[in-house]
């Protein structure tokens, strides 16, 4: 069984930074995109930052050069770096991440339970 665990979430003031770490474990092939994503209660949950296997990035708009994304593939591990935060920031951040299962296998999305970030004063 495939897990997906976040951690580094917290409270942080405003203008502050905080890493986020997410790490797979389990019995599987390859993981290939991953991504972090956002929610607040009663909104759908939004795209933050997507890395590729090969560590081609992508961000959403409003995250661009306040938020970076990398990842460590020998310790399945992706990270989200986040600095000048807002209290506009404050939501729970999931995890994704398209694992393969066996090597032919079509790749599978694979969710954490979120970590909090708050961003207050």
């Known amino acids: 069984q495939v897990q997906v665990v976040e951690s580094g979430g917290g409270l942080v003031q405003p203008g502050g930074s905080l890493r986020l770490s997410c790490a797979a474990s389990?019995?599987?092939?390859?993981?290939?995109?991953m991504g972090w994503y956002r929610q607040v209660p009663g909104k759908q949950r939004e795209l933050v930052a997507t890395i590729t296997r090969d560590g081609t990035t992508d961000y959403a708009d409003s995250m661009k050069g306040r938020f970076a994304i990398s990842r460590d593939n020998a310790k399945n591990t992706v990270y989200l770096q986040m600095n000048s935060l807002n209290p506009e920031d404050t939501a729970v951040y999931f995890c994704?991440?398209?694992?393969?299962?066996?090597?032919?296998?079509?790749?599978?999305?694979?969710w954490g339970q979120g970590t909090q970030v708050t961003v207050s004063s």
């Open positions: 389990g019995s599987f092939w390859s993981i290939l995109d």
């Open positions: 994704n991440a398209e694992i393969q299962g066996n090597r032919f296998d079509r790749a599978s999305p694979c």
